[in-house]
């Protein structure tokens, strides 16, 4: 009975130090907009009002990475043939960002940014009709 209980011990013990716990995985949380972001859904309006956010494929979904000293990133979606040249950014206030490029200052464009929490963005690109993403903090 002895050798029995033994092995029924050591099973168990090996069994529950080697299971994983999901329950500690905490998402990413980003501070304020200092962090990397994926984009998870877009807006594109046709000038009527009627646009309505719809969740973006994988072809699609890209990242921007605000980063502490003031650099910026942006990864467009293997679907997109443009890249963005701005590099910097400068916050301007509760709504807004400025998207410059290091060696050409006077090159400029305004984003706006709203719904921010350290795990959530959605970022307004300064489009003449309303276009947006929705965005999630990522590692």
């Known amino acids: 009975m002895k050798p029995a209980l033994l092995i ?3 099973l168990f013990f090996i ?18 907009l200092v ?6 859904e877009v807006l594109f309006d046709p000038g009527d009002g009627s ?11 890209g ?12 990864i467009k979606g293997p679907i997109y043939s443009s ?7 400068k916050i301007l206030d509760d709504t807004r960002i400025e998207l410059s ?6 090159m400029k464009t305004i984003w706006y940014y709203s719904n921010l929490s350290s795990t959530s963005l959605t970022l307004g690109y300064g489009c003449i009709e309303a276009c947006s993403g929705k965005y999630a903090a990522v590692p």
Do not use: H, M
């Not at 990242?63 to 003031?70: D, P, S």
């Not at 490029?101 to 006077?106: A, E, G, N, T």
């Open 8 to 10: 029924f011990l050591t």
């Open 15 to 32: 069994g529950t130090i080697s299971c994983k716990n999901d329950d500690n995985k905490n998402p990413v949380q980003n501070k304020g």
């Open 35 to 40: 962090g990397k972001w994926k984009l998870t």
């Open 51 to 61: 646009g309505k956010f719809r969740t973006v494929s994988e072809a699609e979904s």
């Open 63 to 74: 990242t921007v990475e605000f980063k502490a000293n003031g650099d910026f990133s942006e």
């Open 83 to 89: 890249v963005n040249p701005y590099n910097t950014y």
């Open 101 to 106: 490029i290091k060696d050409k200052p006077s």
